[in-house]
């Protein structure tokens, strides 16, 4: 089977990692021969070509943008639109005519799009009648609060001659909700590649001390600020015992404002940042504890990196995270948005440091049982096999 996949523009965070993991166990452990159109000559195509993957730089655009991390970037970006539209018309035009000259699609079985941004996968499956699985990674409003560039975008997208994998069962709601064809959705979670971690960690709940790390984009909607209000909220005797390490890049100006916050409230031998690291699986074993407080997390691709490694996750109620976490029995829950939620969390997480073990056991099973790279391969080829079988070319 030979698929074509169209790759995030991004090179950074789950999805990317999530697109070279599905490759790469495809290929290997279903004879998938992949052919990947990246938008830059960068990190993906370096690491097609030591695979042995055909990979083609085509440079193509999205039809839906992130909003900003702040309401000013929002702003900007608005007044882009203009901007934006030609681009992606130059660019999308610029692309089909590389792919003429470059790709060969005549015996292509399908195109696989990464992310619900990118629609250039959709307009290759119309010209050449090609099987379409289109990959919906983000809720798209609650999460990035994205602007779509394309009118009428929902009738597009239900007009694909294919089907969507949706990451969990709140993005499929969100997209179900705002019109999405709800028949063509197939709920897939996303799965980690377990062989990075160390196998058997162990960690000192007895400390006096708990470390917390919290990753991701530094932005209004990931929530950072809601985990150091609430660390600052915390009665003296638990608060000097907690440590938080942020990790992660975003809008300098709002990782400025982060920094005067925790500065000018007297919080920096507690709170550290730490910028983008590539290393994640070499320090989670380092910490404790991790913060996911997105306002609306998809699925959450670091939760279970979170809780296979060992960690005590304290997760918001929303999203996909009711989703992964029991409460209670294999992490943490608080209302999302509620800082006094938050802190009782964290207090209780502290306060139950002899159930943490327990705890963190039953998570790191779950992960095993249920997000595995392996497992998440499974289930792709088993849409890539249903989508053939409904919209391969002998039924056009």
């Known amino acids: 089977m030979k698929v074509v996949y169209i790759p995030n523009k991004s090179e950074q965070g789950g999805a990317f990692r999530s697109q070279k993991e599905v490759i790469e166990t495809l290929k290997n452990n279903y004879g998938i ?28 655009e999205p039809f839906m943008i992130g909003g900003g991390c702040t309401r000013l970037r929002r702003l900007v970006k608005t007044m882009l639109i203009p901007h934006y539209k030609l681009k992606r018309k130059k660019g999308n035009k610029a692309a089909l005519e590389r792919i003429e000259k470059l790709v060969d699609l005549s015996d292509a079985d399908i195109i696989h799009t990464n992310v619900n941004r990118d629609d250039f996968g959709a307009q290759l499956s119309k010209k050449y009648n090609i099987p379409h699985v289109w990959h919906i990674r983000e809720t798209g409003e609650k999460d990035y609060d994205c602007i779509y560039l394309r009118k009428n975008a929902i009738d ?25 064809d709800e028949t063509k959705m197939r709920r897939v979670y996303n799965g980690i590649n377990l062989s990075v971690y160390p196998e058997n960690i162990e960690h000192d709940f007895t400390k006096p001390d708990l470390n917390f790390i919290f990753t991701g984009t530094l932005c209004e ?29 975003g809008a300098q100006t709002y990782i400025d404002s ?30 404790e504890g991790a913060f996911v407080c997105s306002r609306n997390e998809a699925f959450g691709r670091v939760t279970v990196e979170h809780m296979y490694t060992g960690l005590a996750v304290i997760a918001s109620d929303s999203g996909a995270n009711p989703e992964i976490i029991t409460d209670g029995r ?20 502290f306060e139950s440091r002899d159930k943490l073990p327990e705890i963190t056991a039953r998570a790191r099973k779950r992960v095993k049982e249920n997000f595995t790279k392996e497992i998440n391969a499974a289930n792709i080829y088993g849409v890539y096999e249903e989508v053939i079988r409904l919209y391969g070319k002998e039924k056009a």
């Not at 097609?48 to 083609?56: A, D, Q, W, Y």
Request: proline letters at 2%; one cysteine or more; aromatic letters at 10%.
């Open 33 to 60: 021969v992949p052919v990947v159109l990246t938008y830059r000559d960068g990190m993906l195509s370096k690491w097609c070509r030591e695979k042995g993957i055909e990979t083609h730089t085509i440079g193509y």
């Open 258 to 287: 982060l920094k005067r916050y925790v500065s000018s409230h007297g919080l920096s031998d507690r709170i550290s940042f730490c910028g983008y690291t590539d290393r994640l699986s070499e320090i989670l074993p380092e910490y």
């Open 221 to 249: 909607n990931k929530g950072q600020i809601q985990a150091i209000r609430a660390i600052e909220s915390l009665p003296e005797e638990i608060r000097e015992h907690i440590h938080l390490d942020l990790y992660g890049g």
């Open 156 to 180: 597009f997208m239900n007009g694909i001659n294919g089907l969507f994998i949706v990451i969990s069962d709140a993005v499929k709601k969100a997209w179900a909700g705002r019109g999405l």
């Open 330 to 349: 294999d992490g943490f829950l608080y209302r999302s948005e509620d800082e006094a939620s938050l802190r009782d969390c964290i207090v209780r997480v």
